[in-house]
């Protein structure tokens, strides 16, 4: 079976994204905003950053802005999450976790309803980082799958440092 090149990125993202729920499945709310050493990340920030920066990969950067998306997130939640912000371990000063994941569960839904839906044309279109491999957005796609693994290394790390087995 051969794959095209964007069955083969939302295969990836797919993947990704079922490996980040399996480190999620044994969290309590009271661990999102847990901090184990001072100015170290929270899930919360983890998971909020990763609903933003698919948004960002998956569904801005293909199609541009779209009236669907103020229903995905809102502007405030895009700039707490946003990369180089620093997390803010107060539980009030955050959304709660099943709203970060609610919004970490849209965004994902809705790339995988309008990935689909774009042209291979449309995929060899040039972008600037961040890009895996190839600096169009078939590779900003790569990158988005990579992205997501890179902080599930983060979030096994929390894990375990919150006292949790590690997952697979």
Avoid at 77 to 89: E, I, L, M, Q, Y
Avoid at 100 to 126: G, K, N, W
Wanted: hydrophobic share 40%; proline share 7%.
């Amino acid at each position: 079976m051969t794959l095209s090149r964007l069955e083969l990125a939302i295969g990836q993202i797919r993947c990704a994204r079922e490996y980040m729920h399996s480190l999620l499945t044994d969290l309590e709310p009271y661990d999102w905003f847990r901090q184990p050493t001072e100015g170290v990340s929270h899930l919360a920030w983890q998971i909020g950053h990763l609903a933003m920066a698919q948004y960002g990969l998956c569904l801005f950067r293909m199609r541009g802005r779209a009236d669907v998306d103020q229903n995905l997130m809102s502007s405030a939640f895009r700039k707490k999450f946003s990369k180089g912000t620093t997390p803010d371990p107060d539980p009030l000063k955050n959304p709660s976790p099943p709203d970060i994941l609610h919004v970490f569960e849209r965004v994902y839904e809705q790339a995988m309803l309008e990935l689909p839906t774009f042209s291979d044309s449309v995929l060899d279109e040039a972008v600037d980082m961040p890009y895996a491999v190839i600096a169009t957005k078939f590779g900003g796609l790569l990158f988005c799958a990579h992205h997501e693994m890179l902080h599930a290394g983060q979030i096994g790390l929390l894990r375990r440092l919150l006292g949790k087995a590690p997952v697979r």
